[in-house]
């Protein structure tokens, strides 16, 4: 099988779609003979910048160049986001995925995105050796927040999880085995656990000041510390 100019082998071809190509054998067989070094940066938040070292082919393959190329930059924008995408060591090439990655091009939906995102105009750029930014990151922290009403759900292949906390403390966790990858003609019904935490120990709880979070548990109202002067405790009843 041929694409732009590369000769590749795919195991399975989909029998529902014969022309569908997936992109790892072809980039496979396209480096195999790439020599051209050429670097790839992406920059996000906060001078944060993710760095990729690739190869082209270069020569009479100009058409699986470029393709290679919008195929890898759209692989690293949606593995690790930004704003600005910096190329060295591929000018010509930079100025036709410049037009491909703007507004009104072919990629202008993952180039709105970005925008949205980051707030920010999207950029694609060539830079010199000299001017291309250097790998950067800046680890955080995420989660831990337990503050107010939180309810977690987990539908997994052989269980299904919830479980539900006021201010850090549990108030509801139940697991239930199923298996609906391997029963067959599963029906899929309003889930309702059978035991649910009631409404809360609270002198100036109302519906509508603390409203249920998901919509099952609409007929089962419940109250979190819904003002800075309430300090009941906040045991089920």
């Known amino acids: 099988m041929t694409y732009c100019g590369i000769e590749y082998s795919l195991k399975n071809r989909p029998a529902l779609d014969g022309d569908f190509l997936p992109f790892a054998p072809w980039r496979q067989a396209y480096l195999a003979q790439a020599a051209h070094p050429i670097r790839i940066a992406i920059e996000r938040q906060d001078g944060q910048t993710a760095v990729f070292d690739t190869r082209l082919r270069g020569g009479a393959y100009r058409q699986a ?20 995408v910096c190329l060295c060591g ?27 995102v980051f707030e920010r105009p999207f950029r694609l750029e060539a830079v010199a050796e000299r001017d291309f930014p250097a790998a950067s ?23 299904r999880k919830v479980s539900a906390v006021i201010d850090g403390q549990t108030v509801y966790s139940e697991e239930v085995v199923w298996h609906p990858k391997t029963t067959p003609n599963i029906t899929i019904r309003a889930f309702s656990p059978p035991s649910v935490p009631r409404r809360q ?37």
């Open 90 to 116: 591929c000018d010509e090439l930079a100025d036709e995925l410049r037009r491909v990655y703007r507004p009104g091009g072919q990629r202008a939906f993952d180039v709105d995105f970005m925008e949205t």
């Open 201 to 237: 120990s609270c002198p100036v709880w109302t519906p509508s000041a603390c409203p249920p979070p998901v919509s099952f548990w609409a007929t089962r109202p419940w109250c979190r510390r819904c003002s800075s002067k309430c300090r009941q405790s906040a045991a089920p009843r």
């Open 137 to 159: 990151s800046s680890p955080r922290k995420l989660g831990g927040h337990l503050n107010g009403c939180r309810i977690g759900f987990d539908a997994g292949g052989s269980d």
């Open 65 to 84: 160049d470029l393709r290679f190329l919008e195929r890898t930059v759209k692989l690293l924008l949606w593995s690790v986001g930004g704003w600005r």
